[in-house]
């Protein structure tokens, strides 16, 4: 069963519809039970990073999620403001995050380049190994563009997490996989069939 956490931060209909096309149910709950019964969990998200942990912190899912992701190994993946919460902090709040891997949370800062507007919004590349495309990107297309929403960019401290990356006034990391974790900046619900495939291969990874 694939979980997708509704801690009032997304829009969570449009990712399960998403599944839904690419052959997958999935349930939308806060429902720690649930969660706990969960082979797949997604964590959305739409907004300010300390806004997100205390959403997530007045339901009680902290414990929830630490055990199901981090003891049982269950896959979890981020998308926009969840991503960000994987990492151990940002620019934008005073809270920790979940810290589940090594990285950070930056705001954009472009003083000597005031033609790039903040958020980062719209259609943008990415770049990865196709050679050895890590589990969220296999069979993606060459031309694959996704769509993004954002001010604020995840930093790793490890390179090896690093799975995908985008240019907007430097790079970024646009995706980043750990073991059972992955986290993508863009928006897959929002992106077409290149969305698609990496809804379909988030569903179909090993739990």
């Given at each position: 069963?694939?979980?997708?956490?509704?801690?009032?931060?997304?829009?969570?209909?449009?990712?399960?519809?998403?599944?839904?096309?690419?052959?997958?149910?999935?349930?939308?709950?806060?429902?720690?039970?649930?969660?706990?019964?969960?082979?797949?969990?997604?964590?959305?998200?739409?907004?300010?990073?300390?806004?997100?942990?205390?959403?997530?912190?007045?339901?009680?899912?902290?414990?929830?999620?630490?055990?199901?992701?981090?003891?049982?190994?269950?896959?979890?993946?981020?998308?926009?403001?969840?991503?960000?919460?994987?990492?151990?902090?940002?620019?934008?709040?005073?809270?920790?995050?979940?810290?589940?891997?090594?990285?950070?949370?930056?705001?954009?800062?472009?003083?000597?380049?005031?033609?790039?507007?903040?958020?980062?919004?719209?259609?943008?590349?990415?770049?990865?190994?196709?050679?050895?495309?890590?589990?969220?990107?296999?069979?993606?297309?060459?031309?694959?563009?996704?769509?993004?929403v954002h001010s604020y960019y995840v930093r790793?401290d490890n390179q090896a997490d690093i799975v995908?990356?985008?240019?907007?006034?430097?790079?970024?990391?646009?995706?980043?996989?750990?073991?059972?974790?992955?986290?993508?900046?863009?928006?897959?619900?929002?992106?077409?069939?290149?969305?698609?495939?990496?809804?379909?291969?988030?569903?179909?990874?090993?739990?």
């Amino acid at each position: 069963m694939i979980v997708i956490i509704d801690y009032e931060m997304g829009n969570v209909g449009s990712i399960q519809n998403m599944l839904k096309k690419v052959g997958y149910d999935s349930i939308i709950t806060s429902n720690k039970q649930k969660i706990c019964d969960a082979h797949k969990i997604i964590l959305p998200g739409i907004g300010a990073f300390d806004t997100g942990m205390e959403q997530l912190g007045s339901k009680g899912l902290h414990e929830t999620l630490n055990r199901r992701v981090l003891e049982a190994g269950v896959p979890v993946l981020g998308v926009c403001l969840g991503m960000q919460l994987i990492t151990k902090n940002s620019e934008e709040g005073t809270l920790p995050g979940l810290g589940w891997v090594e990285s950070q949370t930056r705001k954009f800062f472009f003083p000597n380049h005031p033609q790039l507007k903040i958020p980062h919004m719209g259609w943008n590349t990415i770049q990865y190994s196709e050679e050895n495309p890590c589990t969220l990107f296999r069979g993606m297309p060459a031309e694959a563009r996704f769509y993004f929403v954002h001010s604020y960019y995840v930093r790793c401290d490890n390179q090896a997490d690093i799975v995908a990356e985008t240019q907007y006034g430097h790079s970024f990391v646009s995706s980043f996989e750990r073991e059972n974790i992955f986290g993508v900046q863009f928006h897959p619900e929002k992106s077409h069939r290149y969305g698609m495939i990496i809804y379909k291969n988030f569903a179909e990874s090993k739990s």
